[in-house]
């Protein structure tokens, strides 16, 4: 199995601010990596396939890169709605798997 | 807009099996696609379980090969979990999702699951 690590459990950030959250993988997957967005009480809400594909619906400021085993999704002006868990998934083999997640808190 | 429903019992003792229903409204199961389940454990860990796809194949978890059990009726829209011989760490929320390219766009709202005595 492909195992997904995100370094960071928690990460604390302003209002407005920048962050960015990274996803390792255990080998390479060709940019075969989606990201997920979980607010508590909800089902997790795709936001990026393909490494770096935008689903519709979600705001720019949201993005996605990397490539081989290491990828990022950065979040711009951080809005008070962006508080939740992210989490990346990789679907290249399977099973498919996903990383811990990464709680985000404003500071 | 298609939508996913899961329902089932909230408590199965251990060594019992766990049943859940996926109710799908907004689009046909045999359609196009592969309908899985995905479950997420106390602590947030998620995991993949399986897919039953629009034509009726499955793939499973290696984990839980031996356990699961994915089946649909399609003349309800519906597909099915089941998992044998549970322990207290099948204890989990449980969701159908509608998965494209094994990326999940549509996910029901979960049920929780818990395996006690």
């Known amino acids: 199995d492909i195992q997904m690590t995100q370094s960071s459990s928690y990460l604390s950030v302003s209002l407005g601010g920048r962050v960015t959250i990274t996803c390792k993988a255990s080998?390479?997957?060709?940019?075969?990596l989606a990201w997920y967005q979980q607010k508590p009480g909800n089902a997790p809400r795709l936001l990026i396939s393909?490494?770096?594909s935008l689903e519709t619906g979600v705001p720019s400021r949201f993005s996605g890169s990397g490539s081989g085993k290491d990828y990022t999704l950065s979040i711009t002006s951080l809005q008070t709605e962006d508080v939740a868990t992210y989490y990346c998934?990789?679907?290249?083999?399977?099973?498919?798997?996903f990383g811990g997640g990464t709680k985000l808190e404003i500071k | 807009d298609v939508q996913l429903q899961e329902s089932g019992p909230g408590l199965v003792k251990p060594s019992q099996s766990l049943s859940l229903t996926c109710t799908v409204t907004?689009?046909?199961?045999?359609?196009?696609?592969?309908w899985n389940w995905i479950r997420q454990f106390p602590g947030n860990k998620l995991e993949w379980m399986g897919y039953?796809?629009?034509?009726?194949?499955?793939s499973y978890n290696p984990s839980l090969k031996s356990r699961i059990s994915i089946t649909r009726d399609t003349s309800k829209n519906q597909f099915f979990l089941q998992l044998n011989s549970v322990t207290t760490e099948d204890t989990a929320t449980y969701y159908c999702?509608?998965?494209?390219?094994?990326?999940?766009?549509?996910w029901g709202q979960g049920t929780l699951v818990t395996v006690s005595a």
């Open positions: 907004g689009y046909s199961i045999t359609s196009d696609y592969a």
């Open positions: 080998d390479h997957i060709n940019n075969w």
């Open positions: 393909g490494a770096t």
């Open positions: 999702a509608r998965g494209l390219n094994w990326v999940f766009a549509y």
């Open positions: 998934q990789q679907y290249w083999s399977t099973p498919y798997t």
């Open positions: 039953i796809s629009y034509s009726g194949s499955t």
